[in-house]
């Protein structure tokens, strides 16, 4: 699978390239105050890596990177569709339409998670993240066909976890000792999901936050 350009009036995602290398670096060295549970990359080399190991996540169907792109054609960060699931499905009668799904015929995946997402200060508290979550949740469950999109974070981090739930996703608890955090510590990770019954609410939320004809109330 490859990333697809993907955008709105108020963000473009872009498949990610090593020509964003530069980019990412300028947006990640705005102000780094708010990264100290985010892995974001300091340096050129550092940078490069980041890049080279989401397009090898890429090529390996773990992964579609993009760079976020702002209005003005201004680099601000990157996202991905990670953690790509296909399940295996029992034997005998399947009663879901379009079910099972093989990842070796390249069929999209049952479940995919949007992580590693970072942007510059300067595009914190802005717009753009609702927006870059609306893009991906819509090609997720519309394009896609997915059954379940998953958002975690630091369970430290309040500030993601407030953003996450704003989106409309529900919460699902917290698991321990789940992963290395970029403090080095062994942190608890805070889960949340949208599922496919729930994405026509979540859509009407995404679209009243930006303001979006067709948004509720």
């Given at each position: 699978?490859?990333?697809l ?52 996540d ?25 953690n ?51 893009l ?39 698991l ?42």
């Amino acid at each position: 699978m490859r990333a697809l350009l993907l955008e709105t009036p108020l963000v473009r995602l872009e498949p990610l390239a090593l020509a964003h290398v530069d980019a990412l670096l300028v947006a990640a060295m705005e102000n780094r105050a708010t990264y100290g549970l985010a892995p974001v990359p300091r340096d050129e080399p550092g940078m490069r890596g980041y890049v080279e190991q989401a397009l090898a996540d890429q090529a390996a169907d773990r992964a579609l990177p993009y760079a976020i792109v702002a209005p003005g054609a201004r680099v601000v960060g990157s996202v991905r569709l990670m953690n790509l699931e296909w399940w295996r499905w029992p034997e005998g009668p399947i009663l879901v339409a379009g079910e099972p799904r093989s990842e070796g015929a390249g069929d999209p995946p049952d479940v995919v998670e949007i992580g590693h997402a970072w942007l510059a200060a300067s595009a914190q508290r802005t717009a753009i993240f609702t927006a870059l979550c609306a893009l991906l949740c819509a090609h997720s469950f519309d394009d896609l066909r997915v059954h379940r999109v998953t958002l975690k974070t630091d369970a430290r981090n309040q500030r993601s976890r407030t953003a996450i739930a704003r989106l409309g996703a529900q919460f699902e608890g917290v698991l321990r000792s789940h992963l290395p955090a970029a403090d080095g510590v062994v942190r608890d990770t805070a889960m949340f999901s949208i599922v496919r019954a729930e994405w026509p609410a979540v859509r009407a939320r995404l679209e009243a936050l930006q303001g979006l004809p067709g948004g509720g109330a």
